[in-house]
């Protein structure tokens, strides 16, 4: 099973740019890369999901380098709703989920 | 937009007693999991279904969880007897097949359960 490394906690202010990386040096051939969202007393929210290069939707971007180690989930403009726990996942078709610690994000004012 | 029901919110019981939580997927999703929750961790997958069958259970502390899905539609997950380390939100997700990649879930608002 893949196993995800992304740092504990960060900070931000509204208004900036946010690059959230996670490293997965074992990732296999027909993994991808998934990020969820998670508010305090909340179920996570899946944010988006990526194979290779970039992915694009309407609240974040993923980054995928040729050798997809590792991954970038990038927050355009973050603003204080933005605060949440994200989690990085890998896993293939029909492989279950293995959840990390997460990273803790905080925009400030 | 459909959501994943789940009920109570909120339990507090004593330990050694027995406590049931209720999940509803959404319409159409034949994968359903549970999953537990400790404070500053990640989910931890106790049971995931396909339709009314167990496809993962290997978490799941069999002496005192039980978790059932007669009917492939809504689902109960059963602690008895309760002890203090079962504290901890218990989320329920589900999802259906996607066109690629891992299945995209989606989770309810969980239940939080404090054994006193």
């Known amino acids: 099973l893949a196993k995800t490394t992304q740092p504990i906690s960060m900070d931000s202010y509204e208004g900036q740019e946010v690059n959230i990386t996670c490293s997965h040096n074992n990732i296999a051939t027909n993994d991808y890369i998934t990020w969820y969202q998670q508010f305090p007393s909340q179920g996570p929210r899946f944010i988006i999901q990526?194979?290779?290069?970039?992915v694009t939707n309407e609240v974040a971007s993923l980054f995928i380098p040729a050798d997809r180690k590792s991954s970038t989930l990038s927050l355009p403009r973050v603003s204080l709703s933005d605060t949440a726990v994200y989690y990085c996942l890998v896993a293939g078709n029909n492989r279950k989920l293995i959840w990390g610690l997460g990273t803790s994000l905080a925009v400030n004012p | 937009e459909a959501e994943v029901a789940q009920s109570p919110r909120y339990k507090i019981t004593e330990k050694s007693q027995a406590v049931a939580f209720w999940c509803d997927p959404i319409?159409?999703?034949?994968?359903l999991y549970w999953y537990r929750q400790i404070l500053g961790q990640g989910p931890e997958l106790l049971v995931q279904?396909?339709?009314?069958?167990?496809?993962?259970d290997s978490q799941l502390p069999k002496d005192r969880f039980s978790a059932e899905r007669l009917k492939g539609v809504d689902s109960t997950l059963k602690i008895q007897p309760a002890e203090l380390g079962d504290s901890a939100m218990y989320l329920c997700a589900s999802s259906s097949p996607p066109t690629s990649g891992p299945y995209e879930q989606y989770f309810g608002p969980g239940t939080r359960l404090t054994v006193t």
């Open positions: 279904f396909q339709d009314e069958s167990v496809v993962d």
């Open positions: 319409s159409g999703h034949a994968t």
């Open positions: 990526g194979y290779k290069t970039k």
